[in-house]
Nanobody
């Protein structure tokens, strides 16, 4: 079992930056593929970014490519999402998720463990 806890959300003006963190506990962190998803009110949960267990392979949704950067520190059991040039459409609850394996997948159903989410609100 893996427990995931997100932090770092908040209110920011358009064009600003935020850095989200996801702290993992319960099992060795390094064997897990990790990802960020987000869900706006009344909408489905969507893929944002994904990082391999080694950190060497990353994938991004087209809507955030060039603005967001996913990273991880396996020694600290923590994953990050640096969000720059934020837009109002980035407003959502952001979730971190993980699964044991190396598949490249953006489907929420492929991820076994989820955090409780952290709210990001971008004002225009």
């Amino acid at each position: 079992q893996v427990q995931l806890v997100e932090s770092g959300g908040g209110l920011v003006q358009a064009g600003g930056s935020l850095r989200l963190s996801c702290a993992a506990s319960g099992r060795p962190f390094s064997g897990y593929t990790m990802a960020w998803f987000r869900q706006a009110p009344g909408k489905e949960r969507h893929f944002v970014a994904r990082i391999s267990w080694s950190g060497g392979d990353t994938r991004y949704a087209d809507s955030v490519k060039g603005r967001f950067t996913i990273s991880r520190d396996n020694a600290k059991n923590t994953m990050y999402l640096q969000m720059n040039s934020l837009k109002s459409e980035d407003t959502a609850v952001y979730y971190c998720a993980s699964f044991v394996g190396v598949r490249v997948t953006t489907a929420p159903g492929s991820y076994d463990y989820w955090g409780q989410g952290t709210q990001v609100t971008v004002s225009s």
